[in-house]
């Protein structure tokens, strides 16, 4: 009765209060989703098309890039025209940063994303407020292929509550609106996780939310303690490579498909599986994605006017895939990601820590950091490997020390490798957390 009412009259209230057309976006997709692939084909040229043209009139960067390739967006008749365009990377992201802006939009009237999400490079971007909107509706409609509706509570292994930064405001809305419980995943220990298994089994959410290694730790610490009887429609595992051996303790201690899904703050969803779980679905609404001979994913936002992103290479690998869905959906499918790995920490207190949420801590504090990996080689000593650029100096230095100190305690030693940059695996994998100790523990744990 309350998931009813929550769907039907809170999100409803709250969308129109806030005047946001997410709702109604999300009606739209949810009919647009059985169209044939050339349907969707061809909307997406037509959107690629209206994007390149307002970046070549707005944004100077790309003027520059393109007038320098001698490309120009009359020369794109169909999606693969864009191949001759040149390639937006991490680097010039950081480089030319308010160059990619869109002079059409005053700069402080857009939502700021930082995030380091991807391959522990930091990054600021810009969105506008429609593409904001029109991105939550994209998210929405691939949250219920998982089996979840809106609605109904959700529980999150995730970083930090963001409601929390919101005062009382923010605790309202979670209260009554997103009805979210968190598991805050910088503070993992056993005792916090038997308070959330308690919660979960009192809320019984109807979706379960984190990076999968979260998912993992969780379910396994659910095992240990004989806790086998939360039972959510849906459970997404998001933002990290999600291994056969992870899905089935989860899906065993929750008896439910764990909806495996692939996403980054700077463009926010790229791909989710369906009900199917087998490959996962492009949200070719919001983005055209191209799997080059290097299988470097390259993404184009069809609706961020901002600060568009195009031909912009996300830094993971996938494997692309030419066939349907037996869902019925039009849109077009990639196999899986080759993406990122993401050791938990142990701390000497016996804390665990998310290597992911770790590394972003890093990246986003210490000045002058062009991409950071983390390195645990015993319980009291760690390794920053670091790229820096010109910003870097004594400040960035006390900054590590500091947030080495507060987060591990006095008892561990780091030190601080700078190089020039730190290599993807063999497979395409960017490793951003490398812990020598937890393993074992983690072992442990799944036994
Ligand atoms: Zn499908």
């Given at each position: 009765m309350l998931d009813f009412l929550n769907r039907h009259l809170m999100h409803p209230f709250m969308a129109w209060r806030e005047r946001s057309k997410h709702l109604q976006h999300f009606r739209t997709l949810l009919e647009r989703q059985y169209e044939s692939p050339e349907v969707i084909r061809a909307r997406q040229l037509s959107a690629l098309r209206l994007q390149l043209r307002h970046a070549w009139d707005t944004v100077p960067y790309y003027r520059a890039a393109w007038t320098k390739a001698g490309v120009?967006?009359?020369?794109?008749?169909?999606?693969?025209?864009?191949?001759?365009f040149p390639i937006l990377t991490k680097a010039d992201i950081r480089r030319h940063n308010r160059a990619l802006?869109?002079?059409?939009?005053?700069?402080?009237?857009l939502r700021v994303k930082r995030t380091s999400?991807?391959?522990?490079v930091p990054l600021t971007i810009y969105c506008d407020e429609d593409a904001m909107q029109w991105k939550a509706a994209c998210t929405l409609r691939s949250d219920e292929w998982s089996g979840w509706r809106l609605g109904q509570r959700v529980a999150k292994v995730w970083?930090?509550?963001?409601?929390?930064?919101?005062?009382l405001r923010g605790r309202l809305r979670n209260y009554f609106l997103d009805r979210a419980v968190y598991l805050d995943t910088l503070h993992l220990n056993d005792e916090r996780s038997a308070l959330f298994a308690n919660t979960i089994r009192r809320r019984q959410p109807g979706l379960i939310f984190g990076h999968a290694h979260s998912l993992y730790l969780v379910a396994c610490a659910m095992k240990k303690s004989r806790?086998?009887?939360?039972?959510?429609n849906g459970i997404i595992s998001t933002a990290m490579i999600l291994h056969d051996w992870q899905r089935s303790v989860i899906e065993q201690v929750f008896g439910c498909k764990v909806t495996n899904r692939y996403g980054c703050?700077?463009?926010?969803?790229i791909a989710s599986e369906c009900e199917e779980h087998n490959g996962l679905h492009i949200n070719a609404d919001s983005l055209y994605t191209e799997v080059p001979s290097d299988e470097k994913l390259l993404v184009t936002d069809?609706?961020?006017?901002?600060m568009p992103l195009i031909r912009?290479?996300?830094g993971d690998v996938v494997v692309p895939a030419n066939r349907l869905c037996k869902?019925?959906?039009g849109l077009p499918m990639i196999e899986r990601v080759e993406g990122r790995e993401a050791d938990y920490v142990l701390t000497p207190a016996g804390r665990l820590i998310s290597g992911i949420s770790l590394t972003e801590n890093f990246a986003l504090l210490i000045?002058?950091?062009?991409q950071v990996q983390i390195v645990q080689?015993?319980?009291?000593q760690l390794r920053i490997r670091l790229v820096a650029d010109?910003?870097?100096g004594d400040t960035s230095r006390r900054k590590i020390a500091e947030l080495v100190r507060d987060t591990f305690g006095e008892s561990v030693t780091h030190d601080v490798e700078l190089v020039d940059a730190i290599p993807q695996e063999p497979s395409g994998k960017y490793r951003f957390c490398i812990s020598k100790v937890a393993r074992e523990r983690m072992q442990e744990m799944s036994v």
């Open positions: 120009h967006p009359n020369d794109v008749r169909e999606l693969s025209d864009l191949e001759a802006v869109s002079s059409a939009f005053d700069i402080s009237a999400g991807s391959t522990g970083g930090n509550p963001e409601y929390l930064h919101f005062g806790v086998m009887d939360v039972r959510p703050e700077e463009v926010s969803l069809l609706c961020n006017r901002g912009y290479q996300v869902c019925g959906r000045p002058g950091t062009a080689e015993s319980i009291t010109d910003e870097f």
